[in-house]
């Protein structure tokens, strides 16, 4: 994989549609990413890409977390292009960094993708990978290609604190409030916009669906491209981090999945007030316009990476909005409540 120093450069790397990744081969492909942008053995990057491994000193404590993607699973071709799918996988694995209270300095990447697969596809999402990287002000240390009958791609990022204590899930006090780093529920909307359009298994598209499909997608682009690459602010973490916050987590999988995971790990229960979870107008418009609930896209679509934290209620950073409270837990007291009403059989997203 391609290492880099933080500069946002462009590679020359333009391949035939006809040449696949089994045409060029493992080494090719390796050598063009690691090319693309060049890691300089100094300071903090001890050993960069091309070795076989990255040797890394961030000067004290390193965060580290992976996550996985999968085709039509988690991303699909005929809705994001391929640098998209390359950013998003980003994203999705540094938002777990900033979860902790931290800054991504490195990424490395796995590849797994069918032999048959246009090298131009592979660089693209590589530059995706790159530019992403880069924006959080980290490198692409390096990584591995293989052979499967999908394309998958696996980040793994790498965090340091910079002298700040971590914060875990585990932390969250009664009297503590409940906040947000930004809206949710844009990447469900922006779902549900593409499911509508989506005529990938119809035998056949008359022209009403076809010109109701490019309306809906032209109208509610804000919501689509939310989901093809969510933007959210992940300097919040390091931010909320310094304000003192006592918990926090990414929302990846749906606020109702954080909440249940951030209660049970803190022993406490806590309490929303839906009215206050921020989501856009772009959400409420694609809910008006499809007949669905804003307020189910806020609470269970996953994949904005916005985070939630507990913070005594002094100590919220500015641009964090209150959505609830920390109480205490006891027997007859919903792990989660909205409204006042126990959150249920209400689920996010769901692995298996």
Known sequence: MAGGDGSATTPDHAHPADVTVGDLGERALISLFTSAATTATSGDIVVGSGDDAAVFDAGGPTVISTDTAVQDRHFRFDWSTPRQIGERAVIQSAADIAAMGARTVGVVVSIACPVST????????????????????????????????????????????????????????????????????????????????????????????????????????????????????????????????????????????????????????????????????????????????????????GEDHQLLAAFAASDVPSGWVVIGDVRERTGDRALVSLDGIAAGDLRGWQSF
């Open 118 to 301: 246009p090298a131009a596809t592979l660089t693209e999402i590589n530059d995706g990978i790159l530019a992403a990287t880069h924006r959080l002000g980290g490198r692409v240390l390096g990584g591995d290609l293989v052979a499967a009958d999908e394309v998958v791609l696996t980040v793994t990022s790498v965090g340091a604190l910079d002298g700040l204590t971590p914060v875990a899930l585990t932390g969250a006090q009664v009297g503590d409030v409940l906040a947000v780093s930004g809206p949710l529920g844009s990447a469900a909307a922006g779902l549900a916009v593409l499911l509508a359009t989506d005529n990938r298994d119809a035998d056949e598209c008359d022209g009403d669906d076809s010109e109701r499909s490019n309306r809906l997608l032209a109208q509610h682009a804000e919501v689509v491209d939310a989901h093809r690459l969510p933007n959210p602010d992940l300097s919040a973490g390091v931010v909320a981090a310094r304000a003192g916050a006592h918990a926090m987590t990414d929302v990846s999988d749906g606020l109702v999945e954080e909440l249940e995971t951030l209660a049970a790990a803190s022993n406490v229960a806590l309490a929303v007030d839906v009215s206050r979870v921020p989501r856009t107008e772009a959400t409420t418009r694609a809910a008006t316009e499809l007949g669905e609930s804003d307020d189910v896209w806020a609470l269970t679509g």
